[in-house]
């Protein structure tokens, strides 16, 4: 498969994935929509549904939609997630690239989408949640902490879900997607994706947002370092456990 093919995938299966899962939360954050004051709950559903959704979409490159798990594969030692698309020195990069673009697009659509009730939203807060993540306590050593467990988590599931027979797939990974917000998002809204974060919070900051605050920059590392350990974590652990339990 050409790096193009996988660069388009990985950016249209990301803007679905950010589109759907910041739209969850600006339905739930912002003033006057249907959705408002619908609860965390009602967010983790939500994320896990548009996961399923871009898992779809960008099947042919094997779905990757975030950086963790590109590296989790990789520290896998994996050579291809799926049949006849590698994931080498070459590759690594075509998924990084289509994983950021696919998030800024998909959170300027969810912009526009919402534009009057952003317009409408007295609170920056409010405003800078739909786009990226931030801290219940902040603490960026606790944070980091909470973020590499979370990530780890879906990375090491992730792999050890292709080892089984007859998975559920894109179900499976969707559901594990609402079991880990509602089981670990609280403390820091669980990004567990550095390109679900970083993508959508540079969009925040060049968007013409009415109100919109500052971007957060000092918290933004936490959202991309601790998802990076984790998937590397996740998928050292995905080789070790086979092993270990034969």
Same mark, same amino acid.
């Given at each position: 498969?050409?790096?193009?093919?996988?660069?388009?995938?990985?950016?249209?299966?990301?803007?679905?994935?950010?589109?759907?899962?910041?739209?969850?939360?600006?339905?739930?954050?912002?003033?006057?929509?249907?959705?408002?004051?619908?609860? &965390?709950?009602?967010?983790?559903?939500?994320?896990?549904? *548009?996961?399923?959704?871009?898992?779809?979409?960008a099947a042919k490159s094997g779905a990757h939609l975030n950086p *963790?798990?590109?590296?989790?594969?990789?520290?896998?030692?994996?050579?291809?997630?799926?049949?006849?698309?590698?994931?080498?020195?070459?590759?690594?990069?075509?998924?990084?690239?289509?994983?950021?673009?696919? *998030? &800024?697009?998909?959170?300027?659509?969810?912009?526009?989408?919402?534009? %009057?009730?952003?317009?409408?939203?007295?609170? #920056?807060?409010?405003?800078?949640?739909?786009?990226?993540?931030?801290? /219940?306590?902040?603490?960026?050593?606790?944070?980091?902490?909470?973020?590499?467990?979370?990530? &780890?988590?879906?990375?090491?599931?992730?792999?050890?879900?292709?080892?089984?027979?007859?998975?559920?797939?894109?179900? /499976?990974? *969707?559901?594990?997607?609402? +079991?880990?917000?509602?089981?670990?998002?609280?403390?820091?809204?669980?990004?567990?994706?550095?390109?679900?974060?970083? +993508?959508?919070?540079?969009?925040? #900051?060049?968007?013409?947002?009415?109100?919109?605050?500052?971007?957060?920059?000092?918290?933004?590392?936490?959202?991309?370092?601790?998802?990076?350990?984790?998937?590397?974590?996740? +998928?050292?652990?995905? %080789?070790?456990?086979?092993?270990?339990?034969?």
């Amino acid at each position: 498969m050409s790096l193009g093919i996988i660069f388009l995938s990985e950016v249209m299966g990301t803007m679905m994935l950010t589109l759907l899962g910041c739209g969850v939360v600006a339905n739930v954050a912002l003033k006057g929509t249907k959705g408002n004051a619908g609860g &965390f709950h009602l967010v983790n559903w939500g994320w896990g549904l *548009a996961v399923m959704a871009g898992v779809f979409v960008a099947a042919k490159s094997g779905a990757h939609l975030n950086p *963790a798990v590109t590296l989790g594969i990789v520290s896998s030692g994996a050579k291809e997630f799926v049949p006849g698309v590698p994931v080498d020195g070459a590759s690594i990069f075509t998924y990084f690239g289509g994983e950021l673009t696919g *998030a &800024f697009i998909g959170a300027v659509l969810c912009w526009l989408a919402y534009k %009057q009730h952003f317009d409408a939203e007295p609170l #920056a807060a409010s405003k800078l949640a739909v786009f990226s993540t931030g801290p /219940a306590m902040r603490n960026y050593t606790w944070n980091l902490v909470t973020e590499i467990i979370g990530t &780890f988590v879906l990375v090491f599931v992730i792999l050890m879900l292709g080892n089984q027979p007859n998975q559920l797939g894109p179900l /499976a990974v *969707a559901l594990l997607v609402v +079991g880990i917000g509602a089981s670990l998002g609280g403390p820091t809204g669980y990004a567990i994706n550095p390109a679900r974060d970083l +993508g959508p919070r540079v969009a925040h #900051a060049i968007l013409p947002i009415k109100g919109k605050g500052s971007s957060d920059w000092a918290y933004s590392w936490v959202p991309v370092v601790g998802p990076i350990i984790g998937g590397v974590l996740g +998928g050292l652990m995905s %080789q070790w456990v086979p092993v270990m339990i034969k």
